[in-house]
């Protein structure tokens, strides 16, 4: 079974390029904490996936992914072997306080901004 499920946040922008067979393709790398560090992942997404994560995240922004990981390996331009390994993405979440209003997505409200209820107000 080879199944990756991330949270973190966005280093940078996802760079949105289209394959000469016109295919849209994203890469972004996350921040994902660990108890006193964290660790940079590459992903990779292709297709609708790569435009919507492009369409609506950027830099620093938290993402949820659902993916497989894997590993590449070819040789540069001098010769060198070298190899990659990465999260090809097939899922992605939105997660954080996100609230759609026009084209951009805003933070929602915070948990303070919430009335409290009491059990007899509840209508189940």
């Known amino acids: 079974m080879n199944k990756v499920i991330l949270m973190g946040r966005l ?23 660990r108890k006193d560090s964290a660790d940079f992942i590459n992903c990779v997404a292709w297709r609708g996936t790569a435009e919507l994560i ?29 190899k990659a390994v990465e999260v090809v ?5 939105f ?3 996100w609230k759609k209003q026009g084209d951009s997505a805003q933070p929602d409200m915070e948990f303070e901004d ?11």
Do not use: Y
């Not at 280093?11 to 904490?33: C, G, H, R, W, Y």
């Not at 390996?73 to 060198?80: E, F, P, V």
């Open 11 to 33: 280093t940078a922008d996802p760079e949105l390029k289209i394959t000469q067979s016109n295919i849209p393709v994203a890469s972004f790398t996350i921040a994902v904490n």
């Open 95 to 97: 997660c954080g306080d």
């Open 54 to 82: 492009c369409k609506h995240f950027n830099k620093g922004k938290m993402i949820a992914i659902v993916g497989s990981l894997q590993s590449r390996t070819w040789q540069d331009n001098d010769g060198k072997n070298r």
């Open 114 to 124: 919430l009335d409290d209820v009491e059990d007899d107000e509840l209508p189940f």
């Open 89 to 93: 993405v097939s899922e992605v979440h």
